[in-house]
């Protein structure tokens, strides 16, 4: 955000430096979506567990991706509740994916609104809590699991239009 006169400002912060929600109330209402992702790097036992076709992916706690699934929609609903300053709205959709790579669990999130304000924060909180919990369901087989690279990767909606993350060199 821009402070008029062609710096940066924190938009949670007045002019004393005191915390505060921003005046959304201005804004038009308006479809906006948000993308995130993240992972969750696991020991090639959890990977094979986790590949298991049986009725609890093989993991001694159950099916860990589905709860992982659960928690990170239920964690995008709550994001307000996590995060101080985020404003409290509506979600038309949250949507989380989990593929088990030959390293990791890949945790995608997709998140959608028709406010006036955006889903970034409800998108990274889904997957920051969906990668917790693989932690978690996880923990008893490998100890050392690892979250990764939690990070927006686009957002669409609102004044300043889309956003899409560069491609980074491999």
Do not use: F, N, Y
Not at 29 to 39: H, K, L, N, P, Y
Not at 98 to 113: F, N, P, S, Y
Not at 141 to 166: F, M, S, T
Request: proline fraction near 4%.
């Amino acid at each position: 955000m821009s402070d008029g006169g062609g710096g940066a400002r924190l938009t949670h912060l007045d002019d004393r430096g005191a915390a505060r929600m921003v005046d959304v109330s201005g804004k038009d209402v308006t479809g906006r979506t948000a993308t995130a992702t993240g992972r969750v790097r696991v020991s090639t036992e959890v990977v094979g567990l986790l590949r298991d076709t049986g009725p609890d992916g093989g993991m001694p706690k159950g099916d860990a991706l589905a709860i992982a699934r659960i928690a990170g929609i239920m964690a995008a609903k709550r994001t307000p509740d996590l995060i101080p300053l985020c404003h409290p709205i509506a979600l038309s959709r949250a949507e989380l994916d989990l593929q088990v790579a030959d390293d990791a669990v890949e945790i995608t999130a997709t998140v959608g609104t028709a406010d006036r304000t955006g889903v970034e924060m409800e998108a990274l909180t889904a997957v920051s809590v969906a990668a917790l919990t693989v932690i978690d369901m996880v923990k008893s087989v490998d100890r050392g699991a690892v979250v990764e690279r939690v990070r927006l990767e686009a957002k669409d909606g609102g004044r300043r239009g889309p956003w899409r993350r560069e491609s980074e060199p491999a």
